[in-house]
């Protein structure tokens, strides 16, 4: 896998683009979000973050990365 960009934004900055880039068919930011929000707010992300109460706001900063896949293994 080769990086080809990395952004750091505040979740509530989001755009359509990075929905859409990340190629899981999110309908719009909102389902985008809505997943995210499930996962980040989940009691597995909870726990390995060390923060039982951990809550994403819209200035909550994620990363947000591009990539390429240049080999698949089994194919090298």
Do not use: K, N
């Not at 068919?25 to 989940?42: I, Q, T, Y």
């Not at 909870?46 to 994620?62: L, M, Q």
């Amino acid at each position: 896998i080769e990086c080809t960009g990395v952004r750091v934004l505040p979740v509530g900055a989001v755009g359509a683009d990075v929905a859409r880039e990340e190629g899981e068919d999110f309908a719009d930011v909102a389902a985008w979000r809505d997943a995210h929000e499930r996962f980040w707010h989940g009691e597995e992300y909870r726990a390995h973050a060390g923060d039982p109460g951990f809550t994403v706001a819209d200035d909550t900063p994620a990363v947000v990365e591009w990539f390429a896949v240049t080999a698949r293994l089994g194919q090298l």
